[in-house]
Nanobody, 124 residues
């Protein structure tokens, strides 16, 4: 059974950092994987993705502040979030494996597997 389990969320003041982790079962995270977020009243949006070669993609809203990475065993996905802003408050989800090849890495309908999410709250 495929599983993705996020951790590392919490409450933090603006300007500080958090690191999210996502542990995947088997080889779930060995291909393309991404981080998404959903704020209250808003649609889920893609924030970062990493492909099988390690190439990364970021949304404009987090570029330069967030870093996606994967450990050498490709079983854990990370999202380092620096210089957090109030608008970063959301539930963060990890996702893995495209439904179809050559999909948009920041589109949520691209992915086959999803975690349950972890809450990130940024306060002033």
């Amino acid at each position: 059974q495929v599983q993705l389990v996020e951790s590392g969320g919490g409450s933090v003041q603006a300007g500080l950092s958090l690191r999210l982790s996502c542990v995947g079962s088997g080889e779930t995270l060995s291909s393309v994987a991404g981080w998404f977020r959903q704020a209250p009243g808003k649609e889920r949006e893609g924030v970062a993705a990493i492909d099988v070669f390690g190439q990364t993609t970021y949304s404009d809203s987090v570029k330069g502040r967030f870093t996606i990475s994967r450990d050498n065993t490709k079983t854990t996905l990370y999202l380092q979030m620096d210089s957090l802003e109030l608008d970063d408050t959301a539930i963060y989800y990890c996702a893995a494996q495209f439904r179809k090849p050559y999909s948009n890495p920041l589109a949520d309908d691209s992915y086959r597997y999803w975690g349950q999410g972890t809450q990130v709250t940024v306060s002033s």
